[in-house]
């Protein structure tokens, strides 16, 4: 920072994780309290990534390997993710030269364009690792085929030996540059080389190995970095700070890998009007999938994306991060009040404050992705991990719910005899179809299965309780056929006792279900959902 153009004459500077006291509660409070006010004052706000740099290469050995390869290209990785093309042209020439490709023009321009290829390739594919092994055999090899003579077996001259050889002889020469020995401490191939060597005794390569080899370490290194990004941008902290960022387009970030030897050079910069780099004919393609999925990072997530599908160390921390930046801002401070430590919690209190169109949304969210696995877990509503974020509720069709009205789904409470408290949902929908038959072996078996959980739960008879299964969707309209899926929830209950928990959507979302219409317009029937 002392040396970046746009920092070097900042005097004040606020790290969160030296200014905020995590080991006093109320300190800590009331410093959250004052965040918006610091941030959305800040000059700058510089993100760093791979702060815990350290950590990651003490507890991860891969990590530890790839960093040393950040570090070994850093200056090729910098002007990558800058776009500077004409420095990277200069850094891929003077690459070659090291290397000593010929200087033939169409050549180089060959390599090069076949070399940023691979690159990309390897971005996609990064599940595929550097073989060295395999590289030294593979070439080598390939030289020794390429002899002027059509005949295996005519005879030729060693250019090293200047002993006559038959191409036979060739092979059999290339099988003895290999002694099958253990493992080198520093060098990780099972054989030992006999050809050309470098001084420190390293194989000396054909140039086509290095290209490999660089277009490898780039390619893991630029994966990293956008692991990195990932990890960060999940943090519910991070959400916060780039929000308050995107209002000033004020958002730098900078990586400590690539620290040294750069000092001085711009650290880069995120724009939330939408990068340039991206509409460049020239980006290389690798450096267009990182920004692209940063701006996926950074630019694109929903409400409950940011609350519930992110990182805290405090589960309330997603209320306290995220409620300043929503139109729930004027929540904030009731959340010490709110005793959040869970995520059922958090959700749970969701459903208290916010309003009717967000509640129902959250309520399919939770809906698609329950499954066996939440079985004998109440309220059947807020115990699920939503996987799925991507869903669009904003669809021009009327939806099955009067909106306006604030009946329309609330949150509840009782308490039962073992003095447990049992949160519910009362819903109440404009149209609702009951399950005709369930011919399906799977969800004949689903239906015991939740049966049982019922009567167990409520201590309701399971012998005379008649049980059906309701569909709700989420739009009314007539033709569900291109609706289906997240746009409908199902639930498993008794409209005796009024209580409903979630049924497990996959085994009921099938063609041969029929289902009984009933229209609701008098919203007399209301589905208690535990």
């Known amino acids: 920072m002392r040396f970046e153009p746009d920092l070097k004459t900042i005097t004040y500077v606020w790290v969160d994780a030296l200014c905020v006291n995590q080991t006093n509660y109320e300190r800590r409070k009331a410093t959250i309290h004052q965040m918006s006010t610091i941030y959305e004052r800040a ?24 960093m040393d390869k950040l570090e070994g290209y850093r200056k090729d990785i910098y002007h990558l993710i800058q776009g500077n093309t004409a420095k990277l042209i200069q850094l891929d020439n003077e690459f070659l030269d090291k290397i000593d490709v010929p200087k033939d023009q169409v050549l180089r321009q060959l390599v090069t364009k076949y070399n940023h290829w691979f690159t990309d390739e390897l971005s996609r594919h990064p599940e595929h690792p550097y073989n060295f092994e395999a590289e030294i055999v593979g070439e080598e090899l390939n030289y020794i085929s390429q002899d002027d003579s059509p005949i295996n077996h005519q005879r030729c001259q060693d250019a090293t030996t200047g002993e006559s050889q038959t191409q036979t002889d060739r092979y059999a020469s290339f099988e003895r540059l290999f002694d099958e020995i253990k493992v080198e401490k520093r060098w990780n191939v099972r054989s030992a080389w006999h050809g050309k060597k470098y001084s420190n005794g390293y194989p000396m390569l054909p140039w086509k190995n290095y290209v490999f080899r660089r277009n490898n370490d780039i390619a893991q290194a630029m994966s990293l970095l956008n692991d990195l990004i990932k990890d960060w941008a999940s943090r519910v902290w991070v959400i916060s700070e780039y929000h308050m960022a995107k209002k000033k387009n004020n958002l730098k970030y900078w990586f400590i890998g690539l620290s040294d030897e750069l000092a001085g050079l711009p650290f880069f910069t995120f724009d939330f009007g939408g990068s340039a780099i991206l509409n460049d004919v020239e980006t290389r393609s690798i450096n267009r999938e990182f920004h692209e999925k940063m701006i996926k990072q950074l630019d694109e997530k929903t409400f409950f994306e940011k ?56 309520l399919f969210m939770i809906g698609y992705t329950y499954y066996y696995g939440s079985k004998s877990i109440f309220p059947t509503f807020a115990t699920s991990t939503i996987e799925y974020f991507s869903v669009d509720f904003e669809k021009s069709y009327p939806p099955n719910f009067d909106l ?11 308490v039962h005899d073992d003095s447990q408290m049992y949160y519910y949902l009362q819903l109440t929908p404009k149209k609702y179809y009951v399950a005709r038959k369930i011919d399906h072996k799977s969800s004949g078996r689903s239906a015991n299965i939740q049966k049982e959980i019922i009567c167990n739960h409520f201590q309701l008879n399971e012998h005379n309780l008649e049980i059906d299964t309701v569909r709700i969707p989420f739009y009314d309209v007539n033709d569900e056929s291109h609706l289906a899926g997240p746009y409908n929830i199902y639930l498993f209950g008794s409209f005796s006792e009024n209580i409903w928990i979630y049924s497990f959507y996959n085994h009921l979302d099938f063609p041969s279900m029929l289902w009984d219409y009933y229209d609701n317009d008098d919203l007399f029937t209301v589905f208690n959902i535990y």
């Open 43 to 66: 000059t700058y706000i510089l993100a760093v990534p791979d702060l815990h740099k350290q950590h990651l290469t003490n507890v991860l050995t891969a990590s530890a390997v790839v």
């Open 404 to 414: 306006s009205n604030q009946s329309t789904i609330t949150i509840h409470h009782r």
């Open 307 to 362: 609350i519930l599908d992110s990182k805290a160390s405090k589960n309330e921390d997603r209320f306290y991060a995220i409620l300043p930046q929503s139109k729930y801002k004027d929540k904030i401070n009731q959340v010490g009040e709110w005793k959040i430590d869970t995520m059922t919690s958090v959700r749970l209190q969701l459903f208290k404050f916010m309003d009717t169109k967000d509640k129902l949304v959250l």
